[in-house]
């Protein structure tokens, strides 16, 4: 089984840009998409990418997916902050053996 | 516009059942392979079980294998999760999920 390690918590000012990390511990990030959820104070998820760039419709463009082969990562990058993006995010991943790995889950805090 | 919509949720003595729907719609839900995906308390989300679009493959957790059963009915664009022997670190929201839409989830409580 391999993990998906995300930083605890990362924080910025509104209009800034703020970059959230995902890295797999073992098998390649590029060989299975990633996805990325939002989760504000609660409600359910929300897929913000999937297929490790695609923005689902209504995801405004702010939001944008990459993988880095290697540092063996990937990055949800959130540029021009609003206070509304304050939220847990998620990544997650599979692969053959593993359908759905979670990441722990990185708390954003934009103040 | 796509909705899926958990029921069955609620209060449950330890080594009870409990049976979970989701109602899915603005989709082909024939198409797409389903998820169950829980949230206890304060923690972070934690993948439960799979079912591929016509049942071929279905995947459970090692935490719940053996206890939970994912099942589908495709006619009636309904998800299913079946839960046994049910224990309190069962106690979670569970959402029904695709690759790309959520549920609102339901409550599972377990407790005597």
């Given at each position: ?41 609660g ?16 995801v ?37 053996s593993?359908?759905?790995v ?10 | 516009?796509?909705?899926l ?71 009636k ?30 409550l599972?409580?377990v407790?005597?």
């Open positions: 089984n391999f993990m998906l390690t995300q930083p605890h918590s990362v924080s910025e000012s509104p209009g800034k840009t703020v970059t959230i990390s995902c890295t797999r511990s073992s098998g390649s990030i590029a060989s299975n998409y990633v996805q990325w959820y939002q989760q504000r104070p409600s359910a998820p929300t897929t913000v990418i999937y297929e490790d760039n695609q923005r689902p419709s209504g405004p463009d702010r939001f944008s997916g990459s993988i880095d082969s290697s540092s063996n990562s990937a990055s949800l990058t959130i540029s021009g902050l609003k206070t509304e993006d304050e939220a847990d995010y998620y990544c997650q991943s599979y692969d053959s593993n359908p759905v979670f990441g722990g889950g990185t708390k954003l805090t934009v103040l | 516009e796509v909705q919509v958990e029921s069955g949720g609620g209060l449950v003595k330890p080594g009870g059942s409990l049976r979970l729907s989701c109602a899915a719609s603005g989709f082909t839900f024939s198409s797409y392979s389903m998820n169950w995906v829980r949230q206890a308390p304060g923690k972070g989300l934690e993948w439960v079980s799979s079912i591929s679009s016509s049942s071929s493959y279905i995947y459970y957790a090692d935490s719940v294998k053996g206890r939970f059963t994912i099942s589908r009915d495709n006619a664009n309904s998800l299913y999760l079946q839960m046994n022997s049910l224990r309190a670190e069962d106690t979670a929201v569970y959402y029904c999920a695709r690759d790309t839409a959520w549920g609102q989830g339901t599972v409580t407790s005597s």
